[in-house]
């Protein structure tokens, strides 16, 4: 039976939160709807776009989810056309990807991005081949749904008991536990490390090169 490592892309891979929340500024603004602080912002970053719109308005109606997430994938794009998205690699992921593979572990991504926007992204970085399954937004229901998980466990020939989630938000550590996966946090990305553990992590990881050592000890035995 397969390992598998299932990374999360959004503040575990990249650093895109300023990209992702200068969009939702866009949207907010054309909706003449009052913009959230950053730090409201990068709460939601990890869940699908509707559900991101219905946690930071929930008095609004469904309707006004769907458009704001429509207006915000518009402004993304327009920011893409601009040449405006940064998306950078966290410091030490290459390396953690590296040493991954080097002890056997197949490679996975679970995110709420669309299938054009992540595969964009890896491309960019020239990593895209690197992953033997890409679950998105697209085709599954948002975090903390284990959809996600269980498709790439799938197509991987993993099973819950052999594989890992590395993500940084507490709806990444909820899908693993969903899924029968362990989850380890990414404490560099966007969500405290105290909620990660709350939400089911086994262990938080300050920076990349710490994952590795908890793999060790909690899913190597």
Same mark, same amino acid.
């Given at each position: 039976?397969?390992?598998?490592? $299932?990374?999360?892309?959004?503040?575990t891979l990249v650093d895109s939160? /300023?990209? $992702?929340? =200068?969009?939702?500024?866009?949207? @907010? !603004?054309?909706?003449?709807?009052?913009?959230?602080?950053?730090?409201?912002?990068?709460?939601? $970053?990890?869940? =699908?776009?509707?559900?991101?719109?219905?946690?930071?308005?929930?008095? !609004?109606?469904?309707?006004?989810?769907?458009?704001l997430a429509e207006d915000y994938?518009?402004?993304?794009?327009?920011?893409?056309?601009?040449? !405006?998205?940064?998306?950078?690699?966290?410091?030490?992921?290459?390396?953690?990807?590296?040493?991954? !593979?080097?002890?056997?572990?197949?490679?996975?991504?679970?995110?709420?991005? +669309?299938?054009?926007?992540?595969?964009?992204?890896?491309? *960019?970085?020239?990593?895209?081949?690197?992953?033997?399954?890409?679950?998105?937004?697209?085709?599954?229901? +948002?975090?903390?749904?284990?959809?996600?998980?269980?498709?790439? $466990? /799938?197509?991987?020939?993993? =099973?819950?008991?052999?594989?890992?989630?590395?993500?940084?938000?507490? @709806?990444?550590? /909820?899908?693993?536990?969903?899924?029968?996966?362990?989850?380890?946090?990414?404490?560099?990305?966007?969500?405290?490390? *105290?909620e990660l553990l709350e939400a089911?992590?086994?262990?938080?990881?300050?920076?990349?090169?710490?994952?590795?050592?908890?793999?060790?000890?909690?899913?190597?035995?």
């Amino acid at each position: 039976m397969n390992r598998l490592a $299932i990374f999360d892309c959004d503040g575990t891979l990249v650093d895109s939160g /300023a990209t $992702i929340y =200068s969009a939702l500024k866009a949207s @907010f !603004e054309q909706n003449g709807i009052e913009v959230p602080p950053p730090s409201l912002g990068r709460r939601v $970053i990890g869940l =699908s776009l509707v559900e991101a719109m219905a946690a930071l308005l929930p008095d !609004e109606d469904a309707a006004s989810h769907l458009k704001l997430a429509e207006d915000y994938k518009a402004a993304f794009m327009g920011l893409r056309r601009a040449g !405006e998205v940064e998306e950078p690699l966290f410091e030490g992921v290459l390396d953690l990807l590296d040493a991954l !593979e080097h002890s056997g572990w197949l490679l996975a991504v679970a995110t709420g991005k +669309s299938d054009r926007g992540l595969r964009h992204c890896l491309d *960019q970085h020239g990593i895209h081949a690197r992953f033997v399954s890409l679950q998105t937004a697209d085709r599954h229901p +948002s975090k903390p749904h284990p959809s996600m998980v269980d498709q790439a $466990i /799938a197509d991987a020939g993993a =099973s819950p008991a052999r594989t890992i989630v590395v993500g940084d938000t507490s @709806f990444d550590m /909820a899908m693993a536990v969903n899924a029968g996966a362990t989850g380890i946090g990414a404490g560099w990305g966007y969500h405290e490390a *105290q909620e990660l553990l709350e939400a089911g992590a086994v262990a938080v990881a300050e920076r990349p090169s710490g994952v590795l050592d908890l793999i060790r000890e909690h899913a190597d035995g």
